[in-house]
C-alpha cells in the first residue's frame, strides 16, 4: 500500500498528470480494446518526457511497484496494464522528426502507425510498421513488425538503427551500432524487460502513397486470381 504523502510527492516530481482510482479520466486511461481486460493500476503515470519516465522507474523502485508501459494503448494482450501497480502511459509522447536527406526518422514511443505514415508520407517516405493505422509503433516494432512493406524492406526491427531507452535503474541511454550495442541487439528482438524505449530511429525507404487492401477470392479462383496479380 503506497502512502498518501508517497503519492503526492510522486504527482509533484512528475510534468505529466497522474490518475488514482476513483479519479476523473481514471477508468478511460486504464481501457484497452480488448474489454477482456478489466485491470486497475494503483497509479497511472501520463508521462510528458523522458525525465517523468526516470521519475516513474525511480518510484517503483523506492515503492517495489509492479509496472506495466503502455505506447500507442493498442495492446491487445492487455500488457499494457498492471494490477495495483503503476501504469507508465507513455501515450502523450508524440515527437516525430523526418531527415528525408537522409531518410531516417526519429520517432518517439506514443506515436501510433497512423500518425507515424502521416509524418513520413509527406515526404514519400515509409518504412515496415504494421497492418492497424491505431497499433502502436513500440509494442508492434519491439515484438519484430510484420507489414505491408515487410517483403521489400524486412520487419520493422530490421529498419530499427537507433533507440533511446531508460533502464531499470533509471539511466536514460542511447542504443545503436556504435554505442551500448548490447542493449541495441537487445531492444531488436531479444525479448522484453531491458528497459523503457522513449524513441525510436528507423531507416526510410522511398514509398508511397501508403495504402492497405484486403481482397476476398470466391473458391476456386485463387489461383487465377493471383497470377493476375503477379
Same mark, same amino acid.
Given at each position: 500500500?503506497?502512502?498518501?504523502?508517497?503519492?503526492?510527492?510522486?504527482? #509533484?516530481?512528475?510534468?505529466?498528470?497522474?490518475?488514482?482510482?476513483?479519479?476523473?479520466?481514471?477508468?478511460?486511461? !486504464?481501457?484497452?480494446?480488448?474489454?477482456?481486460?478489466?485491470?486497475?493500476?494503483?497509479?497511472?503515470?501520463?508521462?510528458?518526457?523522458?525525465?517523468?519516465?526516470?521519475?516513474?522507474?525511480?518510484? #517503483?523502485?523506492?515503492?517495489?511497484?509492479?509496472?506495466?508501459?503502455?505506447?500507442?494503448?493498442?495492446?491487445?494482450?492487455? #500488457?499494457?496494464?498492471?494490477?495495483?501497480?503503476?501504469?507508465?502511459?507513455?501515450?502523450?509522447? #508524440?515527437?516525430?522528426?523526418?531527415?528525408?536527406?537522409?531518410?531516417?526518422?526519429?520517432?518517439e514511443t506514443g506515436l501510433t502507425l497512423g500518425e507515424f505514415d502521416h509524418e513520413t508520407q509527406a515526404f514519400g517516405l515509409a518504412t515496415p510498421l504494421g497492418v492497424v493505422s491505431k497499433t502502436g509503433i513500440a509494442g508492434l516494432t519491439l515484438g519484430g513488425g510484420w507489414g505491408h512493406l515487410h517483403a521489400k524492406y524486412g520487419l520493422s526491427i530490421d529498419n530499427v538503427i537507433g533507440a533511446d531507452v531508460?533502464?531499470?535503474?533509471?539511466?536514460?541511454?542511447?542504443?545503436?551500432?556504435?554505442?551500448?550495442?548490447?542493449?541495441?541487439?537487445?531492444? !531488436?528482438?531479444?525479448?522484453?524487460?531491458?528497459?523503457?524505449?522513449?524513441?525510436?530511429?528507423?531507416?526510410?525507404?522511398?514509398?508511397?502513397?501508403?495504402?492497405?487492401? !484486403?481482397?476476398?477470392?470466391?473458391?476456386?479462383?485463387?489461383?487465377?486470381?493471383?497470377?493476375?496479380?503477379?
Amino acid at each position: 500500500m503506497i502512502s498518501e504523502s508517497a503519492i503526492q510527492k510522486f504527482r #509533484k516530481a512528475l510534468r505529466g498528470q497522474t490518475l488514482c482510482p476513483s479519479e476523473p479520466g481514471y477508468d478511460a486511461a !486504464r481501457t484497452v480494446p480488448n474489454a477482456m481486460i478489466d485491470r486497475r493500476p494503483a497509479i497511472i503515470a501520463r508521462c510528458a518526457g523522458a525525465a517523468d519516465i526516470v521519475a516513474c522507474v525511480r518510484f #517503483k523502485r523506492e515503492h517495489d511497484l509492479l509496472v506495466s508501459v503502455r505506447g500507442g494503448g493498442h495492446s491487445v494482450a492487455g #500488457k499494457a496494464v498492471c494490477d495495483g501497480g503503476l501504469m507508465i502511459d507513455l501515450s502523450g509522447l #508524440k515527437g516525430i522528426r523526418v531527415d528525408p536527406a537522409r531518410r531516417t526518422v526519429r520517432a518517439e514511443t506514443g506515436l501510433t502507425l497512423g500518425e507515424f505514415d502521416h509524418e513520413t508520407q509527406a515526404f514519400g517516405l515509409a518504412t515496415p510498421l504494421g497492418v492497424v493505422s491505431k497499433t502502436g509503433i513500440a509494442g508492434l516494432t519491439l515484438g519484430g513488425g510484420w507489414g505491408h512493406l515487410h517483403a521489400k524492406y524486412g520487419l520493422s526491427i530490421d529498419n530499427v538503427i537507433g533507440a533511446d531507452v531508460i533502464t531499470a535503474d533509471g539511466r536514460l541511454l542511447t542504443a545503436n551500432a556504435s554505442e551500448n550495442q548490447d542493449l541495441f541487439w537487445a531492444v !531488436r528482438g531479444g525479448g522484453g524487460n531491458f528497459g523503457i524505449v522513449t524513441s525510436l530511429e528507423y531507416r526510410l525507404h522511398e514509398v508511397g502513397p501508403v495504402s492497405g487492401w !484486403r481482397s476476398v477470392l470466391p473458391g476456386g479462383k485463387g489461383e487465377r486470381s493471383l497470377a493476375f496479380l503477379a
